[in-house]
């Protein structure tokens, strides 16, 4: 059997279901494909809790921000759903780009001030600190257990199409006859050919293998990533989300990136490295964590998280598809309009990459440059 769509989004994660939601209220005829069922654990967007770190100097991203505030605002009023915690995120240590970040805010309309150590450890004494902190008051935690079924409903409702359990086993480029796209999916047990006029592709960690054989693509690394959530052991303290650059030299030898974290209600005090995870097949996770990086991950809980138990602790499991640069891919190619490589500080952005996808469909603009997928120096 063949059907014939307009616009198929391959992938119902954050993005895809950002992208359909957002084509949907433009009027557009959009069908989501999701290979799993809702609220699924085998791919980036689940849990409770992400931070809307605010921390960016960069101009595109910046932007962004600013933009996407006040779209999870609008997203929370249409749901009638809680999306986002707003608790303030505190970014601290010794990054250098930590006065450039209060700068860029300020310039956006968006709120920044700086606290000396002392002031930040008496308001959030569950975290050390020894360097001045920038706050972030208008940041927190989103989420996606809530905000995915939140986008996919709200889609439905304007018209779009979702479909779960529904894989996609072959996608051919510029062969469905008239330019467009020819998909072989299975459903149910069942096989059938879709095509469509395009196709967004927001398959997360499943990209390359979609992709790779007929478009070339910056380099993308899947990791599997281990935060775990501690047990809370001072229940009086206040908990902002943070970002935490501690420091370089021997001191620090056996720390691998800046951390981050936040609390997640019921579960305890999130904390983790960032990309640094061991590289995996999606298909072929371990879902275990990684005994010296998670050795690490305590001995920083019992330097810099005065409020938790650092013997005391869940591993959690995810994944990060990244990019070289660890800029998006926001781009068109041809019949494709590829959203990937988010390098595990995208969902933040969730609703401002479904407008940009829905612009990349629709012809309405194109992404910002910093988002190619023919730039320079990432393949």
């Given at each position: 059997?063949?059907?014939?769509?307009?616009?198929?989004?391959?992938?119902?994660?954050?993005?895809?279901?950002?992208?359909?939601?957002?084509?949907?209220?433009?009027?557009?005829?959009?069908?989501?494909?999701?290979?799993?069922?809702p609220g699924h654990r085998i791919g980036a967007s689940h849990?409770?809790?992400?931070?809307?770190?605010?921390?960016?100097?960069?101009?595109?991203?910046?932007?962004?921000?600013?933009?996407?505030?006040?779209?999870?605002?609008?997203?929370?009023?249409?749901?009638?759903?809680?999306?986002?915690?707003?608790?303030?995120?505190?970014?601290?240590?010794?990054?250098?780009?930590?006065?450039?970040?209060?700068?860029?805010?300020?310039?956006?309309?968006?709120?920044?001030?700086?606290?000396?150590?002392?002031?930040?450890?008496?308001?959030?004494?569950?975290?050390?600190?020894?360097?001045?902190?920038?706050?972030?008051?208008?940041?927190?935690?989103?989420?996606?257990?809530?905000?995915?079924?939140?986008?996919?409903?709200?889609?439905?409702?304007?018209?779009?199409?979702?479909?779960?359990?529904?894989?996609?086993?072959?996608?051919?480029?510029?062969?469905?006859?008239d330019g467009g796209v020819r998909l072989t999916v299975e459903?149910?047990?069942?096989?059938?050919?879709?095509?469509?006029?395009?196709?967004?592709?927001?398959?997360?960690?499943?990209?390359?293998?979609?992709?790779?054989?007929?478009?070339?693509?910056?380099?993308?690394?899947?990791?599997?990533?281990?935060?775990?959530?501690?047990?809370?052991?001072?229940?009086?303290?206040?908990?902002?989300?943070?970002?935490?650059?501690?420091?370089?030299?021997?001191?620090?030898?056996?720390?691998?990136?800046?951390?981050?974290?936040?609390?997640?209600?019921?579960?305890?005090?999130?904390?983790?490295?960032?990309?640094?995870?061991?590289?995996?097949?999606?298909?072929?996770?371990?879902?275990?964590?990684?005994?010296?990086?998670?050795?690490?991950?305590?001995?920083?809980?019992?330097?810099?998280?005065?409020?938790?138990?650092?013997?005391?602790?869940?591993?959690?499991?995810?994944?990060?598809?990244?990019?070289?640069?660890?800029?998006?891919?926001?781009?068109?190619?041809?019949?494709?309009?590829?959203?990937?490589?988010?390098?595990?500080?995208?969902?933040?952005?969730?609703?401002?990459?479904?407008?940009?996808?829905?612009?990349l469909a629709t012809g309405e603009g194109p992404a910002p440059?910093?988002?190619?997928?023919?730039?320079?120096?990432?393949?």
């Amino acid at each position: 059997m063949q059907t014939n769509l307009d616009t198929i989004v391959v992938g119902g994660g954050a993005m895809g279901s950002a992208a359909a939601w957002a084509l949907a209220g433009r009027g557009r005829d959009v069908t989501l494909l999701e290979q799993f069922g809702p609220g699924h654990r085998i791919g980036a967007s689940h849990g409770t809790t992400r931070n809307l770190n605010l921390g960016y100097a960069d101009p595109a991203y910046v932007a962004m921000l600013a933009e996407a505030v006040p779209l999870w605002d609008e997203l929370e009023a249409d749901s009638g759903e809680t999306l986002l915690a707003r608790t303030g995120v505190v970014n601290h240590g010794t990054d250098p780009r930590l006065g450039a970040v209060h700068d860029a805010l300020l310039a956006a309309g968006l709120r920044a001030e700086y606290l000396a150590a002392g002031e930040a450890a008496e308001r959030w004494r569950g975290i050390r600190f020894d360097q001045p902190a920038l706050h972030m008051p208008q940041g927190g935690q989103l989420n996606p257990d809530v905000a995915l079924p939140a986008l996919q409903r709200l889609a439905s409702e304007r018209g779009a199409d979702i479909r779960h359990h529904t894989k996609v086993l072959r996608l051919d480029a510029g062969d469905a006859g008239d330019g467009g796209v020819r998909l072989t999916v299975e459903a149910g047990g069942r096989t059938e050919v879709l095509t469509a006029r395009q196709a967004i592709v927001t398959a997360g960690g499943w990209t390359s293998k979609l992709l790779g054989g007929f478009t070339d693509l910056p380099r993308l690394t899947v990791t599997q990533e281990q935060p775990a959530h501690f047990a809370v052991a001072d229940e009086g303290a206040v908990w902002p989300g943070f970002n935490h650059l501690p420091g370089r030299g021997g001191e620090f030898a056996d720390w691998y990136s800046p951390i981050y974290g936040m609390r997640t209600p019921g579960e305890g005090i999130k904390a983790g490295w960032h990309g640094v995870g061991p590289v995996v097949d999606p298909d072929r996770r371990s879902f275990s964590p990684e005994p010296a990086q998670m050795a690490a991950l305590q001995n920083y809980a019992r330097r810099w998280l005065p409020g938790v138990d650092p013997e005391s602790f869940t591993a959690i499991s995810c994944t990060y598809t990244s990019t070289v640069d660890e800029h998006f891919i926001l781009d068109r190619v041809g019949p494709l309009v590829i959203g990937a490589g988010f390098s595990g500080h995208g969902f933040k952005f969730t609703p401002v990459v479904g407008r940009i996808l829905a612009d990349l469909a629709t012809g309405e603009g194109p992404a910002p440059a910093v988002f190619s997928a023919s730039r320079p120096g990432v393949c």
